[in-house]
């Protein structure tokens, strides 16, 4: 097992790169023996998981890259980047699939039953869902968010694959299936891609605390003092691992300097131990 986030994103690139790689080669093979839209696009669904495996590999190899002169909070973003690249990748493959999809029920072509089909979308699903579960349990295990949405991604795939399989034995009943079919797992695709984007841009472009936190950071200023008063303005601004977090909060009027600045760094060292986190306190007076 992995001891670092960092090997844990290594590893389960490289996993999920030579899984993936092997099963979009006989999924492929799979749907041009059936003449399956469905399945090929299912194929490229699960070659899109190698390639942004690549790309989680490649974010990791310069999102721990040591912090410099000009990264002096370290290059940890990279990550939501990488899961950026993910999402977008993702979802060009989707958009791609839905006009493949409505050209084929255009043109009311049909799928060929096939058992080497079944076999082949059976052992995929069964893979891509043991995969998902292993890399969700690193990413729970050590809080890493280009690790799960790449696991998201393997379970998408799991998912399609389901969808497909099912399709496969409807294929005699309804001419029109598989193109129904590709719609919904290129469907399922770009939702997948929606999510990956939206989460990993929050990330870049910072958040306001959650109410837990809140109450956590009001609970520390009580702590310290008793003259703290209206925390507010808080923002926090997320490096990786690395947190800063800046806030201010408002004091006696009639307090001096020295006493101010001691209670704003008692206050920041003890979000410190507590939290984990980096602080700036802005201190402005009360009025009574």
Do not use: C
């Not at 694959?161 to 598989?178: E, K, N, P, Q």
């Amino acid at each position: 097992m992995p001891s670092s986030k960092e090997e844990a994103g290594y590893l389960e690139g490289w996993v999920s790169v030579i899984v993936n790689t092997l099963l979009f080669i006989i999924k492929l093979y799979a749907g041009i023996l059936a003449n399956s839209i469905a399945i090929i696009a299912d194929a490229f669904h699960t070659l899109s998981d190698s390639i942004t495996s690549v790309a989680l590999i490649i974010g990791y190899k310069i999102a721990f890259k040591p912090p410099d002169e000009e990264h002096p909070f370290g290059h940890q973003r990279f990550e939501s980047v990488t899961s950026i690249i993910i999402g977008t990748l993702l979802g060009v493959v989707g958009f791609e699939f839905v006009q493949r999809s409505i050209s084929k029920l255009i043109s009311r072509e049909t799928l060929i039953f096939s058992w080497i089909a079944v076999i082949v979308l059976a052992v995929s699903v069964v893979a891509k869902e043991w995969l998902a579960r292993w890399a969700l349990g690193l990413a729970t295990r050590f809080n890493a968010e280009s690790i799960k949405a790449d696991a998201w991604h393997h379970r998408s795939d799991a998912v399609a694959t389901l969808l497909v399989l099912i399709g496969l034995f409807m294929s005699r009943l309804a001419w029109w299936i598989d193109g129904v079919l590709g719609l919904m797992v290129s469907g399922l695709i770009i939702y997948v891609a929606y999510d990956i984007i939206k989460r990993a841009s929050e990330n870049i472009l910072g958040r306001s605390p959650t109410p837990s936190e809140k109450l956590k950071l009001k609970d520390l200023a009580s702590r310290i003092s008793g003259d703290i008063r209206d925390l507010h303005h808080i923002h926090l601004h997320e490096y990786g691992e690395h947190v800063e977090v800046t806030l201010h909060i408002r004091l006696p009027p009639g307090i001096n300097l020295s006493e101010a600045h001691e209670i704003a760094s008692k206050l920041e060292e003890l979000i410190r131990k507590e939290l984990k986190w980096e602080a700036t306190i802005h201190v402005e007076p009360y009025k009574d």
